[in-house]
T-cell receptor
Framework: DGGITQSPKYLFRKEGQNVTLSCEQN?????MYWYRQDPGQGLRLIYY???????QKGDIAEGYSVSREKKESFPLTVTSAQKNPTAFYLC????????????FGAGSRLTVL | GENVEQHPSTLSVQEGDSAVIKCTYS??????FPWYKQELGKRPQLIID?????GEKKDQRIAVTLNKTAKHFSLHITETQPEDSAVYFC????????????FGKGTKLSVIP
């Protein structure tokens, strides 16, 4: 599955609930990323992590949180503070310095009811 | 920060014709420009990329050209086939030496048999 596994594939949430999207990679990549994809909006960066125990905000970090306790895992929590959370979320990873190529997961579609 | 504009947002071509998608970027220090293809319901995948020290790169029916002076780069697909139908995203590094990418909003290409 391309070395990056996202789960769940589909998720429904009630307003006011936090949800966590899982992203696991077995590519031994150092850097991991979370993107949000909305129709006609391209891919917008939420958070990224270049090394374990370190992460940085992207362009649209408000209402989201992440952790990077293990190299292979980079979960994303969509909090109740995110006002428009319904979207398609893509996790990606990149190998060490010298390469820009991103490998994407299959994505998680979150729908707020 | 880097801004990437992509045109057109939708493109329909007859099978066998060529398709061209154009992107402009704002940061003259950007030095890496990939193109990703996302088929319906699937993850984005890198199809071709170009670095700032090269003006053109080809891979079978796909080519990318870069004009650093004008700060634009283009994807060219020749002899289009129905399986080329997808959404295509261009991207650019946010600054020289960075591995972060800013994506365009995407072009939905439809190849009509």
């Amino acid at each position: 599955d391309g070395g990056i596994t996202q789960s769940p594939k589909y998720l429904f949430r009630k307003e006011g609930q936090n949800v966590t999207l899982s992203c696991e990679q077995n590519l031994n990549h150092d850097a991991m990323y979370w993107y949000r994809q909305d129709p006609g909006q391209g891919l917008r960066l939420i958070y990224y992590s270049q090394i374990v125990n370190d992460f940085q905000k992207g362009d649209i970090a408000e209402g989201y949180s992440v952790s990077r306790e293990k190299k292979e895992s980079f979960p994303l929590t969509v909090t109740s503070a995110q006002k428009n959370p319904t979207a398609f979320y893509l996790c990606a990873s990149r190998t060490s310095a010298g390469a820009n190529v991103l490998t994407f997961g299959a994505g998680s579609r979150l729908t707020v009811l | 920060g880097e801004n990437v504009e992509q045109h057109p947002s939708t493109l329909s071509v007859q099978e066998g014709d060529s398709a061209v998608i154009k992107c402009t970027y704002s940061d003259s220090a950007s030095n890496y420009f990939p193109w990703y293809k996302q088929e319906l319901g699937k993850r984005p995948q890198l199809i071709i990329d170009i670095r700032s020290n090269v003006g053109e790169k080809k891979d079978q029916r796909i080519a990318v050209t870069l004009n650093k002076t004008a700060k634009h780069f283009s994807l060219h697909i020749t002899e289009t086939q129905p399986e080329d139908s997808a959404v295509y995203f261009c991207a650019a590094t946010i600054r020289a030496g960075s591995y972060q990418l800013t994506f365009g909003k995407g072009t939905k290409l439809s190849v009509i048999p």
